[in-house]
C-alpha cells in the first residue's frame, strides 16, 4: 500500500481518537506512542518508543499513560465505531479469550503466580481478558478487561498502591467476558454470533445468558459435558459414518484448515423454547483427519435454518482471537509494556489494540482490491433422527452407500 495512502488513513484515525484528549500535549504524545508501535521499534517501551519519537527521555510517554487526564474505555469505543465502519459485517462474530503477560515481582496490577495458556504452565503473570470481532473482512480486538484475583481484591492498601478503583470488586473471568458482550452489544458493531473456548463454554448460565441476549454462539466445551444427560463424548461415538463431513474451519498458514465434523441436532426444551422454537440447539464434534482419536467438542444455539457449515465457520473464528494476540504481541507490542499501575495497564493494552485495528483495516483495504468471493459449503438433513438428535449427514458419504446398496 502506497505511504500516503497509509499516512492519511492514520491521520484520520487519529484525529478521531484525539478529541478524547483535551490536551495538546497528551494529544500528542498519543500521536507518538501509536505511530512508535506501528513503527520498526525493537521492544516498544516507553524508552524506546520514546527515542523513535525523537524524545528526549521517554517522561512525556509515561506521563502518557500513568498522570495525563484521560479515559482509555473512551478510547475503546471509538475504538469499536472505527472497526465497525471499516470491518463490521451482519454474521460478525465476537469471541473471548484470555491472554497471559508473565511479569516479574509482586508490584504490577493483577500479578500473581496463576496458570496462563499463553505460557501453557503456571507462571507469575497477569491475565487479561479479551473480546475479538470476526468478519469475513477481517478480525481485530475490540474489549480488554484485567482479571483481578482475590489476592488483589482483598488487600486493599495493595490495591490502592497500584492505583485499581476502590469500586472494582473481584470478578471471575465468565463475569468479565459477559461485561464485555454486553457492552459490545451496545456498540455499533454488528454482531450475530458468539464463541469461546471451554473454559466459557462449558457454563451453563454463560451459554443461557448468550441465549437471553438474543445471541447464537457456537462455544467449544470439554468432553465430559454433559447433553440431556449422556457426556457429550459418548453422544458422538453414536454417530453413524454418513454424519461425517469434511469441511474447512477457515483459511490458515498452510491453506485451509480441513477436519471432519459431525453435528445433531438436539430436541428442544420446553422451559426454555416453549411450543415454537425460534433457535435450535446443537452439538458438534470437530475430528482431526491426521490424528482421529483427537476430537474437539461443541454446543450450539443458532437460527432455525443455520447449517453445518455455519457452525463449522463461526467455530473456526475462535482461533482468530490467538492470530490477534500473536499479530498485536509481535507487531504492536501488547505485551511489551513497563507499566505497574492498574491505569496505566488499560491505556498501553487499548492504544496497542488501536494500532492492531489500523493494521487490520489497511489489510482489509488492501485485500478487497481484487479477491474473488468465494462460494459457501452446504449441508444436508439426514431423514430420521437417530439417538433423541437429528444427525447432519454429508451428502457424498450418503451416494456412496447407496450405491453399495
Known amino acids: 500500500m502506497p505511504t500516503d495512502v497509509w499516512d492519511r488513513e492514520l491521520n484520520e484515525l487519529l484525529l478521531r481518537i484525539g478529541a478524547r484528549f483535551t490536551r495538546v500535549e497528551p494529544r500528542r504524545r498519543m500521536r507518538d506512542y501509536v505511530q512508535g508501535l506501528l513503527g520498526p521499534v525493537g521492544r516498544k517501551n516507553s524508552w524506546q518508543l520514546a527515542e523513535y519519537a525523537g524524545h528526549h527521555a521517554p517522561h512525556g510517554l509515561q506521563h502518557l499513560l500513568s498522570w495525563s487526564r484521560w479515559d482509555a474505555d473512551e478510547v475503546r469505543d471509538d475504538l469499536q465505531a472505527y472497526i465497525a465502519e471499516q470491518l463490521g459485517a451482519p454474521d460478525g462474530v465476537l469471541i473471548l479469550d484470555d491472554t497471559g503477560f508473565v511479569k516479574k515481582g509482586t508490584v504490577s496490577a493483577g500479578v500473581q503466580r496463576q496458570y496462563s495458556g499463553t505460557a501453557g504452565r503456571t507462571e507469575n503473570c497477569q491475565i487479561g481478558v479479551f473480546a475479538a470481532y470476526a468478519t469475513s473482512r477481517g478480525h481485530a480486538l475490540v474489549d480488554r478487561e484485567l482479571y483481578l484475583p482475590k489476592s488483589w481484591t482483598e488487600d486493599h492498601e495493595r490495591c490502592r498502591t497500584a492505583r485499581i478503583p476502590d469500586e472494582r470488586a473481584f470478578a471471575t473471568k465468565l463475569e468479565l467476558a459477559r461485561a464485555m458482550i454486553g457492552r459490545a452489544l451496545t456498540s455499533p458493531l454488528p454482531i450475530a454470533w458468539v464463541?469461546?473456548?471451554?473454559?466459557?463454554?462449558?457454563?451453563?448460565?454463560?451459554?443461557?445468558?448468550?441465549?437471553?441476549?438474543?445471541?447464537?454462539?457456537?462455544?467449544?466445551?470439554?468432553?465430559?459435558?454433559?447433553?440431556?444427560?449422556?457426556?457429550?463424548?459418548?453422544?458422538?461415538?453414536?454417530?453413524?459414518?454418513?454424519?461425517?463431513?469434511?469441511?474447512?474451519?477457515?483459511?490458515?498458514?498452510?491453506?485451509?484448515?480441513?477436519?471432519?465434523?459431525?453435528?445433531?441436532?438436539?430436541?428442544?426444551?420446553?422451559?426454555?423454547?416453549?411450543?415454537?422454537?425460534?433457535?435450535?440447539?446443537?452439538?458438534?464434534?470437530?475430528?482431526?483427519?491426521?490424528?482421529?482419536?483427537?476430537?474437539?467438542?461443541?454446543?450450539?444455539?443458532?437460527?432455525?435454518?443455520?447449517?453445518?457449515?455455519?457452525?463449522?465457520?463461526?467455530a473456526g473464528c475462535r482461533w482468530k482471537i490467538e492470530e490477534c494476540f500473536q499479530s498485536a504481541k509481535n507487531e504492536c507490542g501488547l505485551d511489551q509494556y513497563e507499566v505497574r499501575r492498574y491505569v496505566g495497564w488499560y491505556r498501553h493494552i487499548t492504544l496497542a489494540m488501536l494500532a492492531h485495528a489500523f493494521l487490520a483495516v489497511m489489510t482489509c483495504q488492501e485485500r478487497e482490491k481484487g479477491v474473488p468471493v468465494g462460494t459457501r459449503p452446504t449441508s444436508w438433513t439426514s431423514p430420521r433422527?437417530?439417538?433423541?438428535?437429528?444427525?447432519?449427514?454429508?451428502?457424498?458419504?450418503?451416494?456412496?452407500?447407496?450405491?453399495?446398496?
Open 385 to 405: 433422527p437417530r439417538f433423541a438428535v437429528c444427525w447432519q449427514l454429508d451428502p457424498a458419504a450418503v451416494l456412496r452407500t447407496a450405491a453399495t446398496l
Open 195 to 314: 464463541t469461546a473456548d471451554s473454559a466459557y463454554g462449558q457454563d451453563s448460565h454463560f451459554r443461557r445468558f448468550l441465549e437471553d441476549a438474543g445471541l447464537s454462539y457456537v462455544v467449544a466445551v470439554p468432553k465430559s459435558q454433559q447433553v440431556h444427560g449422556p457426556r457429550i463424548d459418548h453422544l458422538i461415538t453414536q454417530a453413524p459414518p454418513e454424519a461425517w463431513q469434511r469441511l474447512s474451519a477457515g483459511a490458515g498458514a498452510k491453506g485451509d484448515r480441513l477436519y471432519d465434523w459431525a453435528a445433531a441436532r438436539l430436541p428442544a426444551v420446553w422451559e426454555f423454547d416453549g411450543d415454537e422454537p425460534t433457535r435450535q440447539r446443537w452439538m458438534l464434534a470437530r475430528r482431526s483427519i491426521a490424528r482421529p482419536d483427537e476430537i474437539a467438542y461443541y454446543l450450539a444455539c443458532a437460527p432455525l435454518d443455520a447449517t453445518v457449515a455455519d457452525l463449522v465457520r463461526v
